[in-house]
Each structure stands twice: as C-alpha cells, then as structure tokens.
C-alpha cells in the first residue's frame, strides 16, 4: 500500500545519500593492500564519507571522519570460532572473503566486502591490549545487531545537541535522553560500535569523575558518540599504512655486504663456496 510519508522519506534519503563518482585525480593517500596486512578483526575504520550527509557530519563534527565500521575478519575464521551465523554466509564471495558490519542511513545495519571502501580514505583504530574474548564478543554484539534499522531521529537530535548553544536553545538541544518506543532495533554506526565495546566495559571516551576515593569511571551515553570519538580515545591506536610507506626504505638494504660471494665461518676464515658451476670451470680446458 502506498504510503507519501514513507515515499517522502525515502527521497529524501536518496537525495542524502547521494555520493559523487571518484575522479581518477583523486590523490591517493593510503595503499589498500598495506591495510588489508595491517588489519585485525575487531578493528574500527572510520570513513571520510563523500555523500551529502557525509558533508553535513563533517560540518557538525567539525572532523573529516563520518562513518565508523567493524572489521569482522573472514567468513572461514569467524566460522571456526563459532561467531558466524549462517545468514552472513551470502555476503562472502569466498570463505576468505574480508567482511566488515555498518549501519547505513538507507539500508541499516548490514554486513558488507572490505573491498568496498578500496578507494576511500581510511584510519583503523585498534582497541589497544583488548582480550581475544573481549574482542570476540564485541564482534557477536555487532552480529546481532545485523537488520536494525537505522535510527535517523537519533542522526538529527545529534545534530541539535552538538550546534552550539547560540544557535538552538538548550530546550531544544535534543531528545536524546528520552525513551521513544522501537529505539531498540534502531541505531547509528558510532552508537552500536561504542555500544559494543561498552558492553565489556572497554573505554572509548569514559566520563572520569575524581572522588576522594580516587577515579571513577562512568559510560557515557552511547548515542552520544561520533566516528570521531574512536581516532580522539585514547585507548585506540591509530594504524597508519601510507601509499608509501618511509619504513620500504629499509636500511639492511644499505649495508655494506660483499658482493663477491664469500661465506664466513668467523672473521678471517672465509671462501667462496665451491658449487657445480665453479667445479666444471676449473675442470674445462683453457
């Protein structure tokens, strides 16, 4: 049944959505294969998205880093440790297939290719000394979020919570504190990934309260957090992997080796080793 609220909503979610083709001159900043080494499932990458909406967070955030992702691993590995149901067994072209899990404005929480952000501009954020447990369950937390809906009430009192207090009054900040029926089967990409690492009680960006007993650690509210919160915390490394990288300029290669072919037992007992080709040498007539 058609339904204008539904079809309004719907273009206007294209009309966000919306994402330029990448010009071939697009300056290359990091090398694709180097993250594809470098990455660790349980690791955040955050995106510079390159949509309307993705222009309106940068704008909000004041931060070019607009969508946040879990890297997952393959489809093989997590099936051997019991994380993979069978449903995201589609989105694996191979067993070896790298996957990652999102919640898109359009689409909600899916599992997606890692190959899919190839040409994007990416940070990883590695939780920093987490447990395989702990990062295991994590990706099980994400996992059961897949088919959530994504929350773009929450993407809006976001926005009026972060304007500044000069712009919209304090009164009209945000609902975000409110309880709104259905708000369990809907969130952000930055929620549910805080949400997840928060459920272990891993830190992202804790509130610390000093107490005469010391520190004290409070959560803080998930719908509150931003990509840019995982690349500020500073219990997150960031991995960097350049397009070109200065450590290939590695210095072993400046050594000064012989170059003659000699093989030492210690110093000043050496010799070219015999071999088949040095054999037939001396034994050919000259």
Known sequence: MFSLGKWITQRFTDWLTYEPERSDKTPCLTNYERLCDEIRPGDIILVEGRSRVSNIIKLITQSPWTHSVLYLGNYHDLNMVGLAPASI??????????????????????????NKYRYEHLRICRPRSITIRDRNKVIQHTIRKIGHQYDIRQLADLARFLLPYSLIPRR???????????????????SMLAEAFISVNYPVLPVIEHTDQGLRFYKRNTKLFVPKDFDYSPYFDIIKYPFIGLDEVAAYRS?????EGYVCNEEGDCSIPLTKENDEEELSPQ
């Open 89 to 114: 067994s589609k989105y694996a072209l191979t067993p070896h297939t790298r996957l990652v899990i999102e919640a898109l404005l359009g689409e909600g929480t899916i599992v997606s290719t890692l």
């Open 172 to 190: 009209w900040r945000s609902s975000l504190f409110r309880y709104h029926a259905g708000d369990s089967t809907k969130t952000i990409c930055s």
């Open 255 to 259: 050594l000064p080796w012989d170059e």
